[in-house]
């Protein structure tokens, strides 16, 4: 599956596939890295998973009305730690395998995976600043 990754830096849109296995998808023009958000679906967890950072998992639902609070947040976090951190976003109506296998029972929920396990569950639209505070120790600075 392609994303189309927006470069922060050049503004150049990058199409990103599969990125190698510990590695983060950079700009093509600038070499910068980019911003790493997409919608996962249950075909394609396993693999989103796969990423040389960790991953925040978001599962949400259209008619949430905290989800769209979170929304803005985790497109800004991607920018602040891109490069350091893949934002996978999960619809829980469209992906209920994915949810049921981590036991989601409400939204929004966000699971920060390293390695391919969770290591922190976030439950309910917490601000910027607390969320930064909960992923922070896991980040490489
Ligand atoms: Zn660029």
């Known amino acids: 599956m392609n994303d189309i990754l927006v470069c922060p830096n050049c503004n150049s849109k990058n199409r990103v596939g599969q990125v190698p296995s510990g ?6 023009k600038c070499q910068q890295a980019l911003p790493w958000l997409h919608n996962g679906s249950d075909q394609s967890f396993a693999s989103d998973l796969e990423a040389g ?6 599962f949400w639902a259209p008619w ?4 769209r609070m979170v929304a803005p947040v985790l497109e800004e976090l991607a920018r602040e730690h891109a490069g350091k951190l893949r934002i996978v976003k999960i619809n829980v109506d ?4 994915v949810s049921q ?4 029972r409400s939204i929004p ?3 920060l995976f390293q390695n391919g396990r969770p290591v922190d569950t976030l439950v309910g639209a917490l601000p910027k600043g607390q969320l930064n505070a909960r992923l922070s120790p896991h980040l490489k600075h």
């Not at 949430?64 to 989800?67: D, K, L, T």
């Not at 469209?94 to 395998?97: D, L, M, V």
């Not at 296998?101 to 989601?104: A, G, I, L, P």
């Open 23 to 28: 590695r983060v998808p950079v700009c093509a």
């Open 53 to 58: 950072v960790p991953v925040l998992v978001d």
């Open 64 to 67: 949430c009305g905290p989800c």
């Open 94 to 97: 469209e992906n209920p395998q």
């Open 101 to 104: 296998n981590f036991s989601v």
């Open 109 to 111: 929920t966000l699971m």
